[in-house]
């Protein structure tokens, strides 16, 4: 089994930061891409940004030059930096990660339980 567990949700207000972090852990033979995808009040969910494991990122529109994802592959973690901070930002974040068990050697999709991030304005 797998699990994803984020950190570092909170409230702040606008032009503010926040850092998330998310570990992986269980019986984990290999991580692929890993991202963050929020949910917003009321709307569907988009991914935010994703990163290979070779460290090739994406980014949604909406969030390039202030977000900054990055992961260590040793440690089985991503972090997304948030900067200037706009109250369209907020919702709940959750990391996901493309995953290989130890025991299928299969990749598929594991998510957090996902954090709350709130921007005041």
């Known amino acids: 089994q797998v699990q994803l567990v984020e950190s570092g949700g909170g409230l702040v207000q606008a032009g503010g930061s926040l850092r998330l972090s998310c570990v992986a852990s269980?019986?984990?033979?290999?991580?692929?891409?890993m991202g963050w995808t929020r949910r917003a009040p009321g709307n569907q969910r988009e991914l935010v940004a994703g990163i290979s494991v070779s460290g090739v990122t994406n980014y949604i529109d909406s969030v390039k030059g202030r977000f900054t994802i990055s992961r260590d592959n040793a440690k089985n973690t991503v972090s997304l930096e948030m900067n200037s901070l706009k109250p369209e930002d907020t919702g709940v974040y959750y990391c996901?990660?493309?995953?290989?068990?130890?025991?299928?050697?299969?990749?598929?999709?594991?998510w957090g339980q996902g954090t709350q991030v709130t921007v005041s304005s």
């Open positions: 996901h990660a493309a995953v290989a068990t130890s025991g299928t050697r299969d990749f598929r999709e594991y």
């Open positions: 269980g019986s984990i033979f290999s991580i692929n891409a």
